[in-house]
């Protein structure tokens, strides 16, 4: 049984007679890092020690004890009374150290049928199923955000593009929605990772489980997981989950990153596209006349920290061996440094959303270059008369030609010059090169017709 540490030294100052250097001591704490994880920590600790009483490893007494100075601890924790040392190692032992200065040696009961090993997953894989469920959040009112601005944009006409060169002519809503799929995906990337998650790492102590008689069914129940782990060897060095959140905000980081490119490319005077607003824009130092995107920069920047945090975990697991080691001490840094970038991520993304101003004008303008509506013409004629595509395109190719060499748009050519082309061609065809007309017939399932796009946006706002 552990005594009263008077001396605020480590729980191995037995074993290990030295103290550690002051360089080590200082390199080695992670109080300021996994602090945070506070909650979780007394909460895994208060279901650990009633598994405890109900299997009558401790007595009512003892674990009413540990059980009242745990929540005066929560409470001084909340209410920022609680001095954190960083002689304390890590927020798990900071607690343990307090716990002994208010109930004594009793304290040391706590720590019965578990290690610091399994103690820090379940509290990791705790805060981290909070964490998936906070994005998921920021994820929805971001969707909400882009169905608003599709609603009131459905009739208006852009150029769609590839290779940025003009495409075919689509809906700015249409457009838009293209980012509640992605971020759609994101969010159920987040929820598919709850599976690894909701597996319970407590009681497979610090490799090879535990001698006592402890319940593991309870403390999955209780602590709200499906299951628990079924390997403590594995348990103790699994990080798959570090990397699978890793990986879904890298994902989605990289969503909003093409939002920030696209919206920074047509807010540039050479697209006017967009506006941005005076709220998400900033000044130049020297040209009076500036109006910044920073805002948009920031999230395409950004991008890459989330990177950088998911190939560090992925390079100390490299070749990191079985089981636990201390390398492994820097996955909840890197956890938290991404789930705080993709949350303020999110939400400067609806700022923007909030912020800007489409210009329908500039849009349909740039939508009548580039003779976007020639597909339409190639189609026109397969249906109409029954040529094999190859040679549908060839004949519109022809006419494409023939109004550059003219200088003329599609719907400026006359029923004289297309037939000039195509003698089967009559004035019929030139009702394709109508923008609207255009949009309107795209009425295959996901295609941009205004019909077709009324029915997603409802879709997606009874899923929202």
Not at 92 to 101: A, C, Q, V
Request: net charge positive.
């Amino acid at each position: 049984i552990m005594s009263k540490n008077k001396n605020n030294k480590p729980v191995w100052s037995t074993r290990i007679k030295k103290n550690s250097s002051s360089l080590f001591a200082k390199v080695g704490s992670s109080i300021n890092i996994d602090k945070r994880l506070y909650k979780q920590d007394i909460y895994a600790s208060s279901v650990h020690v009633e598994m405890l009483f109900k299997k009558k490893i401790i007595s009512l007494q003892v674990k009413n004890k540990i059980i009242w100075g745990l929540k005066k601890i929560f409470n001084e924790i909340n209410k920022k009374k609680f001095t954190f040392n960083n002689q304390s190692e890590d927020i798990h032992m900071s607690i343990e150290k307090r716990l002994f200065d208010l109930i004594g040696e009793d304290a040391g009961f706590i720590h019965t049928a578990r290690s610091r090993n399994d103690q820090v997953i379940v509290d990791f894989k705790l805060w981290m199923i909070d964490a998936s469920n906070d994005i998921v959040k920021e994820i929805d009112i971001t969707i909400k955000s882009i169905i608003k601005i599709a609603e009131k944009n459905i009739y208006t006409i852009m150029p769609s593009f590839t290779h940025l060169k003009n495409a075919q002519p689509i809906s700015f809503a249409h457009y838009i929605l293209a980012y509640v799929e992605m971020l759609s995906r994101d969010k159920k990337r987040f929820l598919y990772n709850k599976e690894s998650l909701l597996e319970n790492p407590l009681g497979v102590a610090a490799i090879a489980g535990t001698s006592f008689d402890i319940d593991r069914e309870f403390t999955t129940k209780k602590l709200k997981f499906n299951k628990p782990t079924s390997n403590s060897v594995d348990t103790v060095s699994d990080r798959d989950f570090v990397l699978d959140f890793l990986y879904s905000i890298s994902v989605c980081s990289n969503h909003i990153s093409r939002f920030a490119e696209e919206f920074i490319l047509w807010n540039s005077d050479a697209f006017d596209l967009i506006k941005l607003k005076d709220r998400v824009v900033t000044g130049s130092s020297i040209m009076p006349q500036k109006k910044n995107p920073d805002t948009l920069e920031y999230l395409r920047g950004k991008t890459g920290h989330t990177y950088g945090n998911l190939f560090s975990m992925l390079t100390i697991l490299k070749g990191l061996p079985l089981s636990y080691f201390k390398d492994l001490q820097d996955d909840k840094e890197l956890a938290f440094k991404s789930f705080d970038q993709i949350k303020i991520s999110l939400q400067i993304m609806r700022e923007v959303l909030n912020n800007f101003i489409v210009n329908k004008k500039k849009m349909i303008q740039l939508a009548e270059t580039g003779y976007t509506t020639a597909t339409d013409l190639a189609d026109y004629i397969v249906r109409e008369h029954k040529y094999p595509f190859r040679k549908a395109y060839l004949v519109t190719s022809k006419i494409v030609n023939l109004a550059e060499q003219k200088g003329k748009k599609l719907n400026d050519l006359t029923v004289s010059e297309i037939k000039s082309i195509d003698k089967n061609l009559n004035e019929s065809a030139l009702k394709l090169f109508n923008l609207e007309n255009s949009v309107k017939s795209k009425k295959s399932y996901g295609g941009t017709s205004f019909e077709n796009i009324k029915k997603m946006i409802k879709k997606y706002k009874k899923h929202a």
